[in-house]
Each structure stands twice: as C-alpha cells, then as structure tokens.
Nanobody, 115 residues
Framework: QVQLVDSGGGLLQAGGSLRLSCTAS????????FGWYRRSPGKQREVVAV???????TYAGSVKGRFTIPRNNATNTVYLQMNSLKPEDTGVYYC?????????WGQGTQVTVSS
C-alpha cells in the first residue's frame, strides 16, 4: 500500500506561480511513476504531468513550458511547479503513484486562478 498526501493549492491571480507537493509513505520502494492529474470544472480528470522512476517526464500540451514535475527520491516527494498560471488551470489537482499495476491517489488540492 502507498499513501499519498498532496498539498499546496490556493487562490491566486493569473500569471502567478504555485508549487504543489505530494509525499508518499508506505510501500514506496517499487513506485514506477508519479503523476499529477486535475479535474477542472465541467471536465473529466486529465493527466497534467508524469515522472518515471528514470526521471523521464511527460506533460500535457496545455502546460508544457509552464509546469515542471521535480521529484525528490530521498524524501519520496514529488512536486508540481506551476508558472504563468491561467484561469483554465483552475481545478482540483491529484497526486498519483503507480506501483505493481496499482494506482494510488492523494486526496486532492484545489487550485483557483482568477483572471
């Protein structure tokens, strides 16, 4: 089992920056990848960014060049650094970890970007 606690959401104006954090505990040794997903109002949950165990990263086209997903293996923490935020980035952001074919989720953290 893997437990994820994500945090760092907030309310801010367009153009600002925010960093989300996700700390994993439990059986973290064999986590294959971490990811950040978001559910925006009226939309289904979508992937925002993923980082593999080898450090490889993938980003949604809408956030490429603005978001990064650094990972600290020593503390089992993954971040989502969000810059140049837009109102359309508003949503609940969820941390995800995949391990042995299972997916684990954080509780979600709200990000609201005003225009």
């Amino acid at each position: 089992q893997v437990q994820l606690v994500d945090s760092g959401g907030g309310l801010l104006q367009a153009g600002g920056s925010l960093r989300l954090s996700c700390t994993a505990s439990g059986s973290t040794v064999s986590i294959n990848a971490f990811g950040w997903y978001r559910r925006s109002p009226g939309k289904q949950r979508e992937v925002v960014a993923v980082i593999g165990s080898d450090g490889s990263t993938t980003y949604a086209g809408s956030v490429k060049g603005r978001f990064t997903i650094p990972r600290n293996n020593a503390t089992n923490t993954v971040y989502l650094q969000m810059n140049s935020l837009k109102p359309e980035d508003t949503g609940v952001y969820y941390c995800n970890a995949s391990r042995s074919g299972w997916a684990y989720w954080g509780q979600g953290t709200q990000v609201t970007v005003s225009s």
